[in-house]
């Protein structure tokens, strides 16, 4: 069993900046191949971000730039940092390891 508990959502004005983490406990050994997802109103699940073996990042297209994937192991946590977020990246946004997900924390993007 594993669990995943994101926390660190809210509301926020356009241009503005948030912090995700997803707080990881249970049967992981490792926060290899964490990944972050998120889905908007009326639209797929879609993936965000991504950190491997050795810390490689990878992000998608339309956050690229804007957001940061990193890990503390010690703290078996994984962040994701959003800078200038628009209103466009208004989603419930999940961490997800192995078929596993969180229930999801809500960030909003609005004037």
């Known amino acids: 069993q594993v669990q995943l508990a994101e926390s660190g959502g809210g509301w926020v004005q356009p241009g503005g900046s948030l912090r995700l983490s997803c707080a990881a406990s249970g049967s992981i050994f490792s926060l290899d191949g964490m990944g972050w997802y998120r889905q908007a109103p009326g639209k797929a699940r879609e993936w965000v971000a991504h950190?491997?073996?050795?810390?490689?990042?990878n992000y998608a297209a339309s956050v690229q730039g804007r957001f940061t994937i990193s890990r503390d192991n010690a703290k078996n946590t994984v962040y994701l940092q959003m800078n200038s977020l628009k209103p466009d990246d208004t989603a419930i946004y999940y961490c997800?390891?192995?078929?596993?997900w969180g229930q999801g924390t809500q960030v909003t993007v609005s004037s």
């Open positions: 997800s390891w192995n078929s596993w």
């Open positions: 950190i491997a073996n050795g810390g490689l990042t």
